[in-house]
């Protein structure tokens, strides 16, 4: 009833949407108050957003009824993120958020809002979260102190296919802060992570800690399953170009590529 509130003061905005479980409940959610007349869904096209990942986002608004524009961003195309400091995010969503609050200023949209939720102000260093605020994006679940779990849950009572997909980031936060990002080591892990994912693995995450090196992050329970498949593993991340090929004995955890922060 709170998200309610919030989203209906806004009166009509544009969503910067990526297809995730938080961005699509958020969507949904604006097109029931609102009407879809009122909201758009704004999608960043770029190298650090898989192709199978914006094929799901176009699905979904399809599916939710309500109008998409898609932008392209050249994130490789600034220094500032190549270069990949701990400020990457902050550059990143800098340059984002300013390209839709142009698109819903030409559209003829009041406000812009991402899905940001409760968890990600108080469990991850997120320094996109700075740039949204000094932007004035809306985060209306993180306002209404709405957390991941529960955004699962009403997503699952809404009926919403991603009520249980797995948490996904782009394939920048894949790779150690100060080692540069290019387009073709962004290739390399899409391409393991692509590969890994006909496994079923309930999260996963190849982190690219050089050319040679990938860590393989999965959920404990997972780890099994891992092993099992070993051989094929070893191999196909070889023919990709990877020379050592580990796992990560912790398993999955969102953002380890922060600890050394």
């Given amino acids: 009833n709170k998200l309610k509130e919030i989203i209906k003061g806004l009166e009509n905005v544009a969503v910067g949407f990526s297809g995730g479980?938080?961005?699509?409940?958020?969507?949904?959610?604006?097109?029931?108050?609102?009407?879809?007349?009122?909201?758009?869904?704004?999608?960043?096209?770029?190298?650090?957003?898989?192709?199978?990942?914006?094929?799901?986002?176009?699905?979904?608004?399809?599916?939710?009824?309500?109008?998409?524009?898609?932008?392209?961003?050249?994130?490789?195309?600034?220094?500032?993120?190549?270069?990949?400091?701990?400020?990457?995010?902050?550059?990143?969503?800098?340059?984002?958020?300013?390209?839709?609050?142009?698109?819903?200023?030409?559209?003829?949209?009041?406000?812009?809002?991402?899905g940001s939720n409760y968890d990600d102000q108080i469990n991850d260093y997120r320094p996109g979260l700075k740039a949204a605020d000094e932007l004035g994006i809306r985060s209306p679940l993180k306002e209404a102190e709405i957390t991941k779990e529960e955004i699962r849950k009403l997503?699952?009572?809404?009926?919403?296919?991603?009520?249980?997909?797995?948490?996904?980031?782009?394939?920048?936060?894949?790779?150690?802060?100060?080692?540069?990002?290019?387009?073709?080591?962004?290739?390399?892990?899409?391409?393991?992570e692509e590969f890994l994912r006909k496994y079923s693995f309930k999260q996963l995450r190849v982190r690219h800690h050089d050319q040679h090196t990938a860590r393989i992050e999965v959920l404990p329970e997972d780890m099994e399953l891992l092993l099992k498949e070993r051989e094929e593993i070893v191999s196909l991340l070889k023919e990709l170009g990877y020379i050592y090929i580990t796992i990560d004995l912790e398993g999955y955890r969102t953002g380890s590529m922060n600890e050394v922060l």
């Fill in 21 to 114: 479980v938080d961005s699509t409940f958020l969507l949904k959610v604006a097109v029931d108050i609102l009407g879809s007349d009122n909201v758009l869904a704004v999608t960043s096209c770029s190298e650090t957003y898989p192709s199978r990942e914006f094929k799901e986002a176009s699905r979904l608004v399809e599916e939710i009824g309500v109008e998409q524009y898609v932008i392209h961003s050249e994130e490789l195309d600034n220094e500032d993120f190549v270069r990949n400091d701990k400020l990457r995010c902050y550059y990143c969503k800098k340059e984002l958020f300013s390209e839709i609050k142009e698109v819903a200023r030409e559209e003829g949209y009041k406000n812009v809002a991402d």
């Fill in 155 to 192: 997503s699952k009572r809404l009926g919403l296919p991603t009520w249980n997909k797995p948490s996904f980031a782009c394939l920048s936060s894949r790779f150690p802060y100060g080692s540069r990002i290019n387009e073709d080591e962004l290739k390399m892990v899409d391409k393991a």
